[in-house]
């Protein structure tokens, strides 16, 4: 074995250079050392392997076609709006129109319109109403509220949840959210009322469906109220 340094000739086993003092190196080390390096190199190509992989599914991730907004939840009541056809309900006699579900089926009960979803469907115990109520000089806004109330006080369970009173086309309204157990199926319903008070009539509109529907098809009754006018 030679010194790397000087060039003399050192005997195996030795630690240092008998000529210049240099420490001697042994032949088993050099492979040792490139052993230690690939291990390094092979250590960090695989994090950075894994590195990469992680970018590249974010990257997908970040790129991929967003949901459409008719799919997204919307966090200011908690209704969650899916894709469906409205069509428009024009009301002549009693001068009002609004959109509506294009395959709800709708039957006239007295002074009442009631839609309801197709039968055999989910949306077949989801119903939204229309009822209209000649106006007095004995009657109000607030007493039509009340009344409205006083039934739901007859139901077991029954929860108010809300009432407000507002506008809606213009014109004075009371808004109602309310719970309560419907005894023949022992179900827990909800319904939200809105109550509107035009020229000699009182304008209902309900929407009524099971608990576990309510909120899932509420954008329907959203949508409902939203698009209500009077025709003059």
Sequence with gaps: MTCKKCGASIKTGTKFCTSCGAPASSGTEQ????????????SWGL???????????????????????????????????????FSKYTNTKYNFKALLPSTWESEVKGNAIVFSG?????QSSTTINF?????????????????????WENMK?????????GKLAGKPAIHMLGSFTVASVSKIYSQEQVIIEHTNYYYYIAYTAPESLFNKYRYIMKKTVESFRFLK
């Design 31 to 42: 492979p040792v050392q490139k052993d230690r390096d690939l291990r390094r190199w092979l």
């Design 47 to 85: 994090v950075s392997i894994g590195m990469l992989g992680l970018l590249i599914i974010i990257y997908v991730n970040t790129k991929s076609t967003p949901l459409p907004s008719s799919e997204r939840l919307q966090p200011s009541d908690g209704a969650v709006v899916i894709s469906s056809e």
């Design 118 to 122: 197709a039968k055999n469907t989910e």
């Design 131 to 151: 009822q209209v109520i000649r106006r007095t000089s004995k009657t109000s806004l607030e007493g039509q509220a009340k009344k409205i109330k006083d039934q």
């Design 157 to 165: 369970n029954f929860k108010l949840l809300s009432q407000k009173i």
